[in-house]
């Protein structure tokens, strides 16, 4: 059955981004992959042509969608709107409409690349880490919250970190579900020897694994985590923990490959429909100059491929494809390094596609 893809590229060198994106799914189109793309606009793009960073349209086209390639939203000329104008509204609109709650964030990193990275070679060289995040629960998001004064006159800040059972068994789920469709060992975030709502966390997950006996299921507590990561981050493979936690570590772990420009990411909700967009934003300082990075977009097509459109082959061609191009020494400004030679964004779309 042929499959519906809402391309949205967004602001800033998103538009750029994404006809690189376009052109390795029209490629896979020409070698029998059945999909049709739609595109429409949000962010700033979306307030521009509709007066809101979520369009009515778009909104429609998204939930008729079975997945949505996103490139990047937000600019300068934004940043003064009303904030529910603002571009990152549309962002944060278009995740909760389609009840993405499993935001998946791998951390990949390619050998060719490995003195991109602040950390050792050692430690990091072969690093290939998922993380998988909660994304519309916990802390962000639990009532009651706010800023009050007490009677004695002492102004206080407070928020509440809640989970149900079904919110934490349905991202186990989806955690244990990708653990399947790689090495098959999931680690468990959670501050259990602190936090109630850890203890219910990692009660459920123990639950859900007995439906998964062929995945190596262990726990950690978020700060012991986040000191693994950074001394002996390939002892990881797939990590699953809460939206707060998996916020910094998600981050942290992103950064031990160094390059921003590579990164994809994907959110899921419960029947593997996604939405995948690259983990850097629109990047206004060098748009429009044909200089960004296409690949982390271009990777978001393989995470496409692989997790929602089932298609893991066509989604290692990709993978592949991007490391050939590594191999030839073809590099973006912002991963370029001495002795290798520096391409545009167009070309390196192009020998992306020559390396299918
Ligand atoms: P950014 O990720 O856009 O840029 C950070 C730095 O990385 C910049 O120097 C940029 O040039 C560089 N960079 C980013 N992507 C690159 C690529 N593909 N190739 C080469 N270099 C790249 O973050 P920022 O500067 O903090 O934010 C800029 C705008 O993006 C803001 O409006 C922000 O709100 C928005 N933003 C959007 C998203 C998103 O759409 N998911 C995420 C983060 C930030």
Not at 309 to 329: F, H, P, T
Request: a negative charge.
């Amino acid at each position: 059955m042929t499959k519906k893809i809402l391309v949205l590229p967004g602001d800033g060198i998103g538009p750029e981004i994404m006809t690189e994106a376009v052109k390795v799914l029209d490629r896979l189109r020409a070698d029998g992959l059945s999909i049709e793309m739609e595109r429409g606009h949000i962010g700033g793009a979306g307030y521009d042509a509709a007066g809101k960073p979520l369009p009515d349209e778009t909104l429609r086209l998204a939930r008729e969608a079975d997945a949505v390639l996103l490139g990047a939203v937000g600019g300068p000329q934004y940043d003064t709107l009303p904030r529910e104008s603002r571009p990152e509204r549309g962002l944060l609109g278009i995740r909760s409409a389609l009840g993405l709650f499993s935001n998946l964030r791998p951390a990949l990193l390619y050998p060719q690349l490995v003195h991109a990275s602040t950390l050792k070679p050692e430690v990091v060289s072969g690093l290939d880490i998922m993380i998988v995040r909660e994304l519309t629960g916990s802390i962000y998001f639990g009532q009651p919250r706010g800023i009050r004064t007490r009677e004695d006159g002492v102004r206080e800040g407070f928020n509440t970190m809640i989970y149900s059972e079904p919110e934490i068994e349905r991202i186990a789920r989806s955690a244990f579900d990708i653990a399947m469709k790689r090495d098959r060992k999931l680690c468990s975030v959670d501050k259990a020897n602190v936090l109630e709502v850890s203890e219910l966390w990692r009660e459920v997950v123990v639950r859900v694994a007995k439906d998964y006996p062929q995945v190596e299921l262990s726990h950690m507590y978020v700060d012991n985590a986040a000191m693994q990561l950074v001394r002996a981050p390939k002892q990881f493979d797939v990590m699953v923990t809460d939206n707060m936690f998996g916020d910094i570590l998600s981050d942290a772990a992103s950064m031990l490959t160094g390059s921003i420009g590579m990164l994809p990411s994907a959110s899921l909700d419960a029947n593997g429909k996604g939405m995948y967009e690259p983990i850097h934003g629109s990047a206004p300082d060098i748009a429009g100059k044909g200089m960004a990075n296409p690949m982390a977009t271009i990777l978001s097509v393989a995470m496409l491929l692989r997790y929602t459109l089932n298609e893991a082959a066509m989604a290692e061609r990709i993978e592949a494809a991007a490391s050939k191009v590594l191999d030839q020494g073809l590099r973006t400004a912002d991963i370029y390094t001495e002795g290798t030679t520096k391409v545009g964004t167009a070309q390196m779309g192009d020998a992306i596609v020559a390396a299918l």
